[in-house]
């Protein structure tokens, strides 16, 4: 694996570098702790899988010359980044007219895990962003002797394998306060607004961001 991946000096920079910005929170965490919280564990791991895969297609996507289309196209760019804006706006919507809660549903709208998951990696891969923060990021620890592409795509692997087992524990940790808030009467009924404001104001932060690189 010598050709397809840096020298260990370079690649151990790589792992350490990842896993700080991996560990910083930002929009995926967010979405990933408020589905958590909302939902339970269960459905934040089902969102910590789409995130994940989300993000490995946007590093591929770099790979293969998406992030130059984004970096020379502005038209290109705003197109993707205000459609996963209105996703998640709708997102919101979705939860803030949700029915009222029943009893056994802690504390948000019922959906399957398998939507939540396809959510999530909706969510994940219409943020151009994070093509870009590839674009960016995995180039300054690429060996000159091997082949782009292959090396790009094997630090893109490596670092969304990160990202996926620190939102994993950023959502084992938010599942847990999930049953003591289903237990309170009424406060079902409020998780509802603040799941689809958080949803809402991730969509804001998301349009607002500007060329901030995210995770």
């Keep these: 694996m010598h050709e397809f991946l840096p020298a ?18 930002g929009p995926a965490v967010f979405y990933i702790v408020t589905r958590s919280v909302a939902q339970g564990r269960h459905y934040g791991l089902a969102s910590v899988a789409g995130v994940a895969l989300g993000n490995l297609g946007n590093a591929f996507g770099a790979s293969v010359g998406l992030a130059a289309l984004f970096a020379v196209s502005s038209l290109a760019f705003t197109v993707v980044k205000y459609a996963g804006a209105l996703y998640l ?9 949700a029915p009222a809660s029943r009893e056994d549903i802690p504390v948000a709208v019922a959906v399957s895990p398998r939507r939540v998951f396809r959510d999530g990696f909706v969510v994940a ?20 002797g091997g082949e782009p592409i292959v090396q790009s795509m094997l630090l893109g692997s490596l670092f969304v394998a990160i ?12 599942g847990t306060i999930a049953p003591v808030l289903g237990s309170a009467r009424g406060v ?4 509802r607004y603040v799941a689809g404001g ?4 991730l969509a804001a932060f998301t349009v607002l961001a500007g060329s901030e690189r995210t995770k």
């Design 8 to 25: 260990w000096p370079l690649l151990s920079a790589f792992l350490i570098a990842s896993l700080i910005l991996a560990v910083t929170p």
């Design 89 to 97: 706006v709708y997102l919101g919507i979705q939860a803030l007219r």
């Design 125 to 144: 891969l219409l943020n151009p962003k994070t093509a870009l923060f590839f674009a960016a990021f995995l180039p300054q620890f690429m060996s000159p």
């Design 163 to 174: 990202a996926a087992l620190t939102d994993t524990m950023y959502a084992v940790a938010a």
């Design 188 to 191: 079902r009924a409020f998780g």
């Design 198 to 201: 958080a949803f809402i104001g």
